[in-house]
């Protein structure tokens, strides 16, 4: 067993805590290879289902007392070599690191968990999304195709930063259940669809089938696009379906999250 111990940290000026505070930005997310989650959920999440990604957890000293089992729990962890550190601040610093507004105290750094796309040809239910722009939305897909049982999520070049704070809260952990591919080209992405037997089924609101009226194939993608400008052609053209939602109301569309929703829901194992 290992004889590491909590670490205390006070200063701005710490190597660290310079290192978390620049996560907040894609560019060093980038660099670092890794990004912040927070909150108790998503780090008893990530310890869960992916611990191996977890590099330092922070608590604040109120978490600390607040979360006093959960603090020993990941004591007992750092232990045995399962978190590389974890480190306790002042309730004011805490505040200087978070990216929340309303903060629990509980912050981790975890190393990027993309899979290679080549992993495609092992999988059977795929979302594909293409170019969506807002991350709360993007973080309910994930979420959705966690709870309707797909298997990966891959995002398109052009698409919002799966390791946004933002996204990351929004998907309440699912992030950690599925398997995530990032920023494929879309040709690269389509001839891999291809090479591997994918049936395409591209959600649109020029749909020629109704998505409840499908019988999903057992092994196909569906292809979310942007908020305003739907899928891209590249994908359109290649699509096996062009299915839509079907509304009788007077609104003309619906958000992009609650929309993918509707679809995944339909599409989901039968």
């Known amino acids: 067993m290992s004889t590491k111990k909590v670490e205390f940290i006070s200063s701005r000026e710490n190597e660290c805590i310079k290192r978390v505070k620049k996560l907040h930005d894609k560019k060093y997310r980038e660099e670092f290879k890794s990004f912040i989650i927070e909150g108790l959920k998503l780090v008893k999440e990530a310890i869960d289902y992916q611990i191996k990604c977890v590099n330092i957890l922070i608590f604040s000293q109120q978490a600390k007392e607040k979360y006093q089992e959960f603090y020993n729990e990941c004591k007992y962890l750092l232990q045995d070599g399962k978190i590389k ?16 507004s309303t903060p ?6 975890c190393n990027f968990i993309d899979t290679d796309i080549n992993f495609i040809k092992n999988l059977k239910r795929v979302v594909v999304v293409n170019k969506l722009q807002d991350p709360g ?7 959705c195709a966690d709870a309707f049982g797909f298997d990966a999520v891959i995002t398109t070049k052009g698409t919002v930063d799966i390791y946004n704070p933002k996204a990351i809260r929004a998907t309440m952990g699912s992030l950690f259940h599925l398997l995530i591919v990032r920023e494929v080209e879309e040709g690269e992405l389509i001839k891999i669809l291809k090479d591997n037997s994918f049936i395409v089924y591209v959600a649109t609101p020029y749909g020629d089938i109704e998505v ?11 292809v979310i696009g942007n908020e305003s400008e739907g899928v891209s052609d590249s994908f359109t ?29 339909e599409l989901r194992k039968r």
């Not at 499908?214 to 993608?221: A, E, G, L």
């Open 237 to 265: 053209k290649v699509a096996t379906r062009k299915i839509k939602i079907p509304m009788v109301g007077k609104a003309e569309s619906l958000n992009a999250a609650v929309a993918s929703s509707i679809v995944l829901y």
């Open 104 to 109: 629990q105290g509980i912050l981790a750094e």
């Open 85 to 100: 550190r974890v480190i306790e601040v002042p309730d004011k610093l805490f505040e200087y690191i978070t990216t929340t």
């Open 137 to 143: 939305n993007l973080g309910t897909l994930i979420r």
């Open 212 to 222: 409840s009226k499908i019988v999903p194939d057992k092994r196909f993608c569906v």
